[in-house]
């Protein structure tokens, strides 16, 4: 099977056991994250600052596994509030662009594990490092 990279979460908060992000080959593999702070805070009910931590930590992980944001090849990003559509869109404009933009799907859920989390973003990206974990 070849050599997976497992990157561990960045986060200073209790995390379910799963690697925040894995790499095998040239195919990074970004666990859903949420909008904590490092410190594991969280802003309650603003979804715009969670966005950009999300979003900034997803720039993290993708740099610990030799990818970046132009690199992102499907994204999914999970909602729990469906008034919050718009202002992802407006967000997720500035974040993953300039087009042509990655593959997305956008899904509104019951809940997410943490009540205060409002939306959740993951995705596939191809390495942009060079090298290859095989």
């Known amino acids: 099977m070849g050599k997976i990279l497992h990157v561990a979460s960045p986060l200073q908060v209790q995390t379910p056991p799963l690697s925040a992000a894995t790499r095998h080959g040239e195919l990074v593999f970004i666990s859903g994250t949420p ?3 490092d410190d594991g805070t969280i802003a309650e009910n603003d979804f715009e600052a969670q966005f950009h931590q999300a979003v900034t930590t997803l720039q993290a992980l993708l740099l610990a596994a030799g990818s970046s944001m132009r690199s992102i090849l499907k994204v999914n990003v999970l909602l729990t509030r469906e008034a919050d ?3 992802m869109n407006l967000h997720y404009g500035s974040a993953f662009g300039p087009a042509p933009y990655p593959a997305r799907t956008t899904s509104v ?4 594990p943490d009540p ?3 939306l959740e973003i993951e995705c596939i990206a191809v390495a942009t490092d060079g090298s290859e974990v095989l």
């Open 35 to 37: 909008g904590y702070h």
């Open 85 to 87: 559509v718009q202002a």
């Open 109 to 112: 859920v019951r809940a997410l």
């Open 116 to 118: 205060r989390m409002l």
